[in-house]
């Protein structure tokens, strides 16, 4: 008797072992995560080797394992090349055993990887891309946009500027698809709010000379010159527009997406006053600054908000798959949606069913010269917009996720 209550007891336990090993699967042994990034073109400064070294530093804040397996971060350079990009993610999906893509700065390639991850039943994890289209029309049950989007970089900035009298627009766009998209969403709120667009300029991303664009900004005679393009471009345009004394003849200049490096590359003197939205600063709280300090001695710069975003939703997804119990896609995303986001960065912050993260935005100006006490201390935070006034409502979207 007492030898079959034995052999069923230890039956009972191989099954409960059993069962936990069959749940807590990860594909090929290794959760692999790719950082496909700008390592050597105009966006390097904002995302590149900060977005990697980022990721590895989610890694090491979550442990080196998830579900007792190891986690392998790699990185690509996709050169802001689209063609480059996707094949990049096709080689990582066919050879490399890649589970996750990371970052992807540049909108056109983002989209195109981000229809890639559908049909491959993988995850992307955006940070660095800002087309509101990702969580709009294109939506995908298997990307997640963690940090920004033109939706709430135009509706925040814009909101701002025009209630401190800037009623007349002029935008200097770059000719691509994030850039197209920010300059649409930045014009509906500025009519919506009473302004007027009295015109614009595109112009080609890599582009050294602004000095036609700025003086054609100039002679608009309108209120605000608005900047619709991202890294060195919008570097050169602010710079080379204070040259021509924009500023000094009373128009306002507003970086419609522009990061701390900008600001830096550009310098005090020239930026000051500009207004920018941001998904995160530096120099927030305790906690950011001793994070960040940690990040600059391994970069030498402090993060952007598309590092800050790289960190946060690696972060998630590896506690998405410790939830889960397995890297599989579905399940995994379920959890990251059901999980709240909480890094360093990121308090509150939810994940909805379109891809989009809920989280606050920061209306921010850049100081001045004297106003500016540190390396690097170069915003003043003017307003906190909780997400759910920030992002597109649920009753704006097209995304068919939202309306099951």
């Given at each position: 008797m007492r030898g079959l209550l034995a052999c069923a007891m230890l039956a009972a336990m191989t099954s409960t072992i059993m069962t936990s090993a069959a749940s807590a699967q990860v594909s090929d042994d290794v959760v692999r995560i790719g950082v496909l990034t700008d390592l050597s073109s105009w966006g390097r400064d904002n995302s590149g080797p900060g977005?990697?070294?980022?990721?590895?530093?989610?890694?090491?804040?979550?442990?080196?394992?998830?579900?007792?397996?190891?986690?392998?971060?790699?990185?690509?350079?996709?050169?802001?090349?689209?063609?480059?990009?996707?094949?990049?993610?096709?080689?990582?999906?066919?050879?490399?055993?890649?589970?996750?893509?990371?970052?992807?700065?540049?909108?056109?390639?983002?989209?195109?990887?981000?229809?890639?991850?559908r049909e491959r039943n993988k995850i992307a994890l955006l940070s660095g891309p800002g087309a509101s289209s990702l969580t709009d029309e294109l939506c995908s049950p298997n990307t997640v946009h963690f940090t920004y989007d033109t939706y709430a970089l135009s509706k925040v900035t814009a909101s701002a500027v025009i209630k401190e009298g800037g009623k007349s627009w002029y935008f200097i766009t770059a000719d691509y698809a994030f850039g197209q998209q920010l300059e649409k969403d930045a014009t509906?709120?500025?009519?919506?709010?009473?302004?007027?667009?009295?015109?614009?300029?595109?112009?080609?991303?890599?582009?050294?000379?602004?000095?036609s664009f700025a003086l054609q900004a100039q002679s608009s005679k309108a209120d605000v010159v608005a900047f619709a393009n991202a890294g060195q471009d919008t570097?050169?345009?602010?710079?080379?527009?204070?040259?021509?004394?924009?500023?000094?003849?009373?128009?306002?200049?507003?970086?419609?997406?522009?990061?701390?490096?900008?600001?830096?590359?550009?310098?005090?003197?020239?930026?000051?006053?500009?207004?920018?939205?941001?998904?995160?600063?530096?120099?927030?709280?305790?906690?950011?600054?001793?994070?960040?300090?940690?990040?600059?001695?391994?970069?030498?710069?402090?993060?952007?908000?598309?590092?800050?975003?790289?960190?946060?939703?690696?972060?998630?997804?590896?506690?998405?798959?410790?939830?889960?119990?397995?890297?599989?896609?579905?399940?995994v995303m379920a959890k990251m949606r059901e999980l709240p986001i909480e890094d360093t960065f990121v308090h509150g912050g939810k994940l909805r069913e379109d891809g989009r993260v809920i989280r606050d935005m920061y209306l921010a100006r850049v100081k001045t010269p004297e106003q500016s006490k540190e390396p690097w201390d170069y915003l003043e935070i003017v307003k906190t917009v909780k997400g759910e006034d920030a992002y597109r409502p649920v009753s704006e979207s097209k995304c068919p996720l939202l309306k099951k």
């Open positions: 977005s990697v070294e980022a990721a590895k530093m989610a890694v090491e804040e979550f442990g080196p394992t998830v579900l007792g397996k190891p986690i392998e971060i790699i990185s690509a350079d996709h050169q802001m090349k689209t063609d480059v990009g996707v094949q990049i993610v096709r080689g990582w999906f066919d050879n490399g055993k890649v589970d996750a893509v990371v970052d992807i700065p540049n909108s056109g390639i983002a989209i195109a990887v981000h229809n890639m991850v509906r709120f500025i009519n919506e709010m009473g302004g007027k667009v009295l015109g614009g300029v595109k112009h080609p991303t890599n582009t050294a000379d602004f000095s570097d050169n345009a602010i710079k080379q527009s204070g040259e021509f004394g924009l500023v000094q003849g009373g128009q306002k200049l507003v970086g419609l997406l522009m990061f701390d490096t900008d600001v830096h590359a550009i310098g005090l003197k020239s930026a000051q006053g500009t207004y920018m939205t941001t998904a995160s600063y530096w120099n927030m709280d305790e906690a950011t600054r001793a994070w960040s300090k940690k990040f600059f001695a391994r970069t030498n710069v402090m993060p952007t908000m598309i590092q800050t975003g790289v960190y946060g939703s690696v972060l998630h997804y590896l506690k998405g798959i410790k939830a889960a119990g397995t890297d599989d896609p579905a399940k």
